[in-house]
């Protein structure tokens, strides 16, 4: 059975992504039956972002309300969180911008659930990555804080300079039908090299291989090219 951050979880992950980030998020009900679900199948590494929908209508905020009602449910799921990203100004690596990020993500998912893995959503290139590394490592890591970090989105170089600055627990990245470049980039043998698990997401292509869209008119608008 596969395991982060030392504790054991389905070979299958949950995203949480499609609750929140779409014009009108999924209610609690239905949001809550799928959570369970997941749990039921042991779906138990969860994926969300800060980022993923408003301030106020997120990964984070719909969680707290699940462990809320659920709070024996959060021992059984390791939860990764991706942040120190905006929609609008991109990455932000800084030490102010990881407090920043971090800080809001604990604070919105409240007190019933540890951030297990931690994610800069993207390298922020104004800032070292040592720096980024470093305010992870010692501000939240170290302090139990969070359980550990995570990298998203990165090149081989990237996963081998990273691992030479702290422990990587996972490297986030694409790998589906549409998108395997990872297995000749270096990616996954970086990933193989320093035994860090490699969480794949999209691996069915964002539903593309379900039948359910047929042609481009299918397709929610925002995700439609122009």
């Given amino acids: 059975m596969p395991q982060l951050v030392g504790q054991e979880v389905g070979p299958h992950g949950f995203g949480l992504m499609g609750f929140t980030w779409r014009e009108k998020p999924i209610g609690d009900e239905q949001a809550f039956e799928a959570l369970r679900a997941a749990i039921a199948n042991n779906l138990t590494f969860w994926n969300g972002g800060e980022f993923y929908g408003t301030q106020e209508a997120n990964s984070l905020t719909l969680l707290n309300r699940y462990f809320e009602k659920y709070p024996e449910d959060a021992d059984k799921v390791v939860l990764s969180i991706k942040g120190a990203f905006s929609t609008k100004f991109g990455p932000d690596g800084s030490p102010e ?12 998912l409240g007190p019933r659930k540890k951030i297990d893995i931690f994610e800069c959503a993207r390298c922020d290139p104004n800032t070292p990555l040592e720096v980024t590394l470093g305010v992870l490592d010692k501000e939240y890591v170290q302090t139990g804080k ?10 081989a170089a990237t996963i081998q300079k990273a691992v030479k600055i702290t422990k990587i627990v996972g490297v986030e990245v694409e790998l589906s039908l549409f998108s395997t470049d990872v297995l000749t980039n270096d990616v996954a043998a970086a990933c193989a090299e320093h035994d860090i698990p490699l969480i794949a997401y999209s691996p069915v292509g964002r539903g593309l291989l379900t039948g359910r869209f047929k042609s481009r008119e299918d397709l929610p608008e925002a995700h439609r090219a122009s």
């Avoid at 969070?146 to 090149?155: A, K, N, P, Q, Y």
């Fill in 97 to 108: 911008g990881i407090r920043r990020s971090l800080d809001n993500s604990i604070a919105l």
């Fill in 146 to 155: 969070i359980g550990g970090i995570s990298l998203s989105e990165v090149s």
